[in-house]
């Protein structure tokens, strides 16, 4: 099945010829599909998250089924509306599928976004996945109404890229002027760390860097390197043996009505493409891009700082703050943010033990 990438017209031209060469090879094969998807997202096709998993996913699926579903993806938010609204576009059924940023929506997630949580995600992205998939239906579920999650994950974690100030300690970081990761959770963070927020969007990250109207940014490597982070930054701040200041939660979403009203059959397609195997292949994937991005820092010329020692310990109280702090928010909508992460902790650990 033709997939379309965007509506603009030159893309839609583009589109059309391809589509006429597929038909013109595979004739009536072509039209074979009993169920045609539209899948949504707010990101470009050389994105990180179309290639390594919306695409790859979607040709899993049509093959599966034998061809009797076609996904039609349209990235670049090319069916309309804005990215804050894909999540309402799935749970209404405006759209089929949609992958997106919880971010987008703070405080939508509030028991899902335990997981992004510093120091709870160490284990690795692929272990943290899978324990998001494990307690799904037990401690998830209720933020999902109207929806069918196919994976709920996160990516390897953020690390402080810094434009002209060295950082190698905790002291450094006062009076710094940071972008966070998002609200909520990086805000917390980056404030925990003694650091300003920045109340200005940056679009041009690098540039911003590099002139130094930003000390620095917390986010992922591998976004990092394609908004081209990496290449402006003079350091890269982690905590010994890799490990990361918090990480972004993400969602890949079906309308629950659309998925009850597929056949028996064309349910187990998508069931056996979700969950916990899915869960735990992008974790690897997406720690493999990290790895891929912070190579590529390092052979840039930038200085990878590792903390280690009396500053790591330092740096972990302050942010054992942000736990506290995010339990306290939770707590005043009902939630008992305790027992989340008593509970995120024990499956995370869970399934680190399961993958080695």
């Given amino acids: 099945?033709?997939?379309?990438?965007?509506?603009?017209?030159?893309?839609?031209?583009?589109?059309?010829?391809?589509?006429?060469?597929?038909?013109?090879?595979?004739?009536?094969?072509?039209?074979?599909?009993?169920?045609?998807?539209?899948?949504?997202?707010?990101?470009?096709?050389?994105?990180?998250?179309?290639?390594?998993?919306?695409?790859?996913?979607?040709?899993?699926?049509?093959?599966?089924?034998?061809?009797?579903?076609?996904?039609?993806?349209?990235?670049?938010?090319?069916?309309?509306?804005?990215?804050?609204?894909?999540?309402?576009?799935?749970?209404?059924?405006?759209?089929?599928?949609?992958?997106?940023?919880?971010?987008?929506?703070?405080?939508?997630?509030?028991?899902?976004?335990?997981?992004?949580?510093?120091?709870?995600?160490?284990?690795?992205?692929?272990?943290?996945?899978?324990?998001?998939a494990a307690v799904m239906e037990s401690e998830l579920q209720a933020e999902f109404a109207g929806l069918h999650p196919l994976l709920v994950h996160v990516h390897p974690g953020h690390a402080l890229l810094l434009g002209n100030t060295p950082v190698d300690g905790l002291d450094d970081l006062s009076g710094l002027t940071l972008r966070p990761p998002g609200r909520g959770i990086g805000l917390f963070t980056v404030e925990a760390l003694g650091a300003a927020p920045t109340k200005k969007r940056h679009p041009r990250l690098g540039r911003a860097l590099e002139r130094g109207d930003l000390d620095g940014v917390l986010m992922s490597l591998e976004?990092?390197?394609?908004?081209?982070?990496?290449?402006?930054?003079?350091?890269?701040?982690?905590?010994?043996?890799?490990?990361?200041?918090?990480?972004?939660?993400?969602?890949?979403?079906?309308?629950?009505?659309?998925?009850?009203?597929?056949?028996?059959?064309?349910?187990?397609?998508?069931?056996?493409?979700?969950?916990?195997?899915?869960?735990?292949?992008?974790?690897?994937?997406?720690?493999?891009?990290?790895?891929?991005?912070l190579a590529e820092a390092r052979a840039g010329g930038a200085a990878i700082v590792m903390l280690t020692g009396a500053e790591e310990d330092r740096i972990r109280a302050a942010l054992e703050a942000v736990i506290a702090r995010w339990k306290t928010a939770v707590t005043e909508k009902g939630i008992d943010g305790a027992a989340l992460v008593a509970a995120a902790r024990a499956a995370i650990a869970r399934h680190a033990e399961a993958a080695d």
Avoid at 11 to 28: D, E
Avoid at 78 to 101: M, N, P, S, Y
Avoid at 233 to 238: D, E, I, N, P
């Fill in 1 to 132: 099945m033709i997939r379309c990438r965007d509506l603009s017209p030159f893309r839609l031209a583009r589109f059309a010829a391809s589509a006429a060469l597929t038909y013109a090879l595979l004739g009536a094969a072509a039209f074979a599909a009993e169920v045609t998807l539209r899948l949504h997202h707010f990101l470009g096709p050389e994105s990180i998250a179309h290639q390594l998993l919306i695409e790859p996913w979607a040709a899993r699926i049509e093959q599966a089924s034998g061809g009797r579903i076609a996904i039609e993806i349209h990235p670049e938010m090319g069916l309309g509306g804005k990215a804050t609204e894909l999540v309402d576009q799935a749970r209404d059924g405006t759209v089929d599928i949609v992958w997106t940023a919880a971010a987008y929506t703070p405080g939508a997630f509030p028991r899902a976004e335990v997981f992004t949580l510093p120091l709870l995600h160490e284990k690795g992205a692929a272990a943290t996945n899978r324990a998001i």
């Fill in 223 to 293: 976004l990092a390197r394609s908004l081209g982070v990496t290449g402006a930054a003079k350091s890269v701040v982690l905590f010994g043996d890799g490990r990361h200041f918090g990480t972004s939660l993400y969602l890949f979403l079906m309308n629950r009505e659309r998925y009850q009203a597929l056949p028996a059959d064309l349910k187990s397609v998508i069931d056996d493409n979700s969950g916990l195997a899915l869960a735990a292949e992008m974790g690897r994937a997406w720690e493999a891009a990290g790895a891929d991005a």
